[in-house]
């Protein structure tokens, strides 16, 4: 059972799918994103504040302004997707469980993750930079 009304989280949802994101919504459906060649760019969602004035905006920028560029782009909902958040997280190495997150992973294999420090009090120029430069030294 998810934690908010669906209505309450679709423009959440929607500001991440108008970019290209893909909405991963069980287990099977992380497995099979995350073990696919190539790179990925996966944000765990987020009902908080920072995840609203930061994460989202400063990912959206980042690959707007910066054209940081993935092979594909997914997302799960934290308090949502419980499954399939569980599963993401299952590929981030044992670190903390926050949210938001947002990871750059290259054949399945995590290279960078940005956590919910990473965001809070930040504004989407200070995270888009910071993705940047992760995707530089990540994919270099």
Same mark, same amino acid.
Do not use: W
């Given at each position: 059972m ?7 989280v ?9 970019? !290209? ?7 099977a ?12 760019l996966?944000?765990v969602? +987020?009902?908080? !504040?920072?995840?609203?004035? !930061?994460?989202?905006?400063? %990912?959206v ?9 993935f092979?594909?782009? %997914? ?23 926050? +949210? ?7 054949? !399945? ?7 919910r ?5 930040? +504004?989407?120029?200070?995270?888009a ?9 990540a994919?270099?």
């Amino acid at each position: 059972m998810s934690n908010y009304p669906e209505e309450m989280v679709a423009p959440m949802r929607q500001e991440l799918t108008q970019v !290209g994101f893909r909405q991963l919504m069980n287990a099977a459906q992380v497995d099979e994103a995350l073990q696919r060649p190539g790179t990925t760019l996966l944000l765990v969602n +987020s009902v908080c !504040g920072c995840a609203a004035a !930061g994460a989202r905006p400063g %990912v959206v920028a980042a690959l707007r302004a910066m054209g940081l560029r993935f092979d594909q782009l %997914v997302t799960v909902f934290a308090g949502m997707e419980k499954e399939a958040t569980a599963q993401a997280r299952d590929y981030f190495e044992g670190a903390q469980p926050t +949210s938001p997150q947002a990871a750059i992973l290259k054949d !399945g294999q995590l290279l960078h993750l940005m956590q919910r420090s990473d965001f809070l009090g930040h +504004s989407p120029e200070e995270i888009a930079l910071t993705l940047g430069k992760a995707y530089e030294r990540a994919l270099a």
